[in-house]
């Protein structure tokens, strides 16, 4: 055959392509020699999750405040999150790693959905996954840094438990996490009985807040109250806690004035 013979070369020239390329593998090698970590210690953290069992549901209630070490960072944070029809999972500490659970349980929900075999999740059986989940990243060295709180209630059986993040879990008629476990238990351990009602079980739970918001750096004095009933789950909107008057530093200043006419306190 004549004519003329065209020659292809064995590799295209792509500089674009080869510097992306020399780049990742560059990366690769970098990674390589880097150690593998851990998270040691969580950065953005809520505090106290507290719950309790009345008759015929459960309550739970936490703060909106994320800490970003010891800097009152973030007020409107929800820690609470509704997972299928019956259980509202709740959480303290490091909020990424919340976030991180809320993608877990929201995959097992949709899955569950999708089987669509005329049966939902149980509260105790997403509780009893959580804990799996903790438990394995426990032994993997890198914990999820969270006390997770799971209330539900389905065919008149209330549901309440936790687990933390070493994996340590269990179940009982009130649960304190964080601080609370120090100030709140105790007061929730002296009023509970068998027979509260939802009224007294929210106002319950609200009272221990305001404790935490008066005795713990991290907490705040916004708050949000969940309910777990026959009636279905729902989480309430955030809303303020009545406190006690700070006014009265300004009531001091104001005697200070009456007391000393020709001095000015300096107010600012």
Not at 33 to 45: C, D, G, K, L
Not at 109 to 136: A, K, Q
Request: proline share 4%; hydrophobic share 35%.
């Amino acid at each position: 055959m004549s004519g003329p013979h065209y020659h292809m070369p064995l590799h295209r020239m792509d500089p674009v392509g080869d510097d992306i390329r020399a780049e990742m593998k560059q990366s690769k090698l970098v990674r390589g020699a880097m150690p593998t970590t851990r998270t040691s210690s969580p950065i953005v953290t809520g505090t106290s999750v507290l719950a309790v069992k009345y008759n015929g549901g459960v309550v739970m209630g936490c703060d909106t405040l994320a800490s970003y070490g010891s800097l009152a960072r973030f007020f409107e944070l929800e820690r609470m999150v509704t997972v299928g029809d019956y259980t509202i999972m709740g959480a303290g500490g490091e909020y990424s790693d919340f976030q991180y659970l809320r993608k877990v349980v929201d995959e097992l929900d949709t899955d569950d959905f999708c089987r669509n075999d005329g049966s939902r999740l149980h509260p105790e059986e997403i509780y009893n996954y959580l804990t799996r989940v903790m438990y394995n990243r426990r032994n993997k060295g890198d914990p999820l840094w969270n006390s997770v709180v799971v209330i539900g209630r389905r065919d008149g059986h209330s549901f309440l438990g936790t687990v933390d993040l070493q994996g340590t879990c269990y179940k009982d008629d009130f649960i304190a996490t964080g601080y609370g476990a120090y100030l709140a238990l105790p007061l929730m351990r002296k009023a509970w009985r068998p027979d509260l009602t939802q009224e007294e079980a929210v106002k319950l739970i609200e009272d221990c807040l305001r404790v935490l918001f008066y005795r713990d750096a991290r907490a705040s004095a916004k708050v949000q109250i969940a309910i777990a009933s026959d009636a279905g789950t729902g989480i309430g909107p955030m809303h303020e806690l009545e406190t006690y008057g700070w006014q009265s530093g300004e009531y001091a200043i104001r005697s200070l004035d009456s007391k000393l006419p020709g001095i000015v306190p300096n107010r600012n």
